[in-house]
């Protein structure tokens, strides 16, 4: 059986791409049988679109460092836009056969786990600079000085977001990512440099369920 720290992407890019293109096509007639919404399911096509793209232009023989710097930023996004998916969706779906997660080309269901819970403490988290458009969040559960995730969690759900004014709830932060280790690096876009984002983090199990929602945290874009 798959364990729960298996990390099942291919890091080879070739490979990559070859996976995303077996993904996609194994999980499109399904994504209303298996409840995976229209959006999330476009994120993943988007981002592996713009990735096999990228991936050509880098292994073009005039390619330079840029292109492969590019095709980096968008295999991560593309990395992040499956393992959301896949660990809210699909790992634990009772819907979907192990035979079906095989075809996909992701972890088996462990029917043997020992049960799991909803998360239960919060997530304290440090956000730094990392470098230009780019936010650095540190991150441990609460009463726990190990960098290693509780036993049953997957991640750490990021809410954060571009806010003229401070938010009152982590639900008015509109943007998601699963951060599966820390620290986590946030990405953000052209012209949004020297605004202030906001940020609160919640556990999540394998299951896809969250738990408390830590404080909002604020800092500016570089």
Same mark, same amino acid.
């Given at each position: 059986m798959a364990s729960k720290k298996e990390y099942y992407l291919p890091k080879k890019y070739p490979l990559l791409v070859a996976w995303y293109i077996n993904f996609v096509d194994k999980l499109a007639p399904n994504i209303s049988k298996w409840g995976v919404p229209e959006d999330e399911f476009? %994120?993943? $096509?988007?981002?592996?679109? #713009?990735?096999?793209?990228a991936q050509r232009k880098a292994e073009l023989p005039n390619a330079g460092k840029a292109d492969r710097i590019? #095709?980096? %930023? *968008? @295999?991560?996004?593309? $990395? *992040? @836009? =499956?393992?959301? =998916? =896949?660990?809210?969706?699909l790992r634990y779906n009772k819907a979907i056969t192990n035979e079906e997660r095989i075809a996909l080309g992701i972890p088996v269901m462990d029917t043997t786990r020992t049960p799991i819970g909803i998360p239960t403490t919060?997530?304290?988290? &440090?956000l730094s600079v990392l470098s230009f458009r780019q936010? #650095?969040?540190?991150f441990r559960s609460e009463g726990n000085d190990s960098k290693a995730l509780p036993y049953?969690?997957?991640? @750490?759900?990021? @809410?954060?977001? &571009?806010c003229d004014t401070p938010p009152e709830t982590h639900k008015e932060l509109t943007r998601r990512e699963l951060a599966t280790r820390t620290p986590h690096t946030l990405n953000f876009e052209e012209?949004?440099?020297g605004k202030k984002a906001y940020v609160s983090i919640a556990?999540?199990? %394998? *299951?896809g369920q969250t738990g408390p929602w830590s404080p909002i945290q604020s800092i500016i874009v570089p």
């Open positions: 476009e %994120e993943i $096509r988007v981002t592996g679109d #713009r990735f096999n793209l590019d #095709r980096n %930023e *968008k @295999a991560n996004a593309f $990395r *992040k @836009a =499956v393992q959301y =998916v =896949v660990n809210a969706h919060i997530i304290l988290f &440090i936010i #650095r969040i540190d049953g969690d997957n991640g @750490a759900v990021i @809410a954060y977001d &571009i012209g949004e440099s556990r999540q199990n %394998e *299951k």
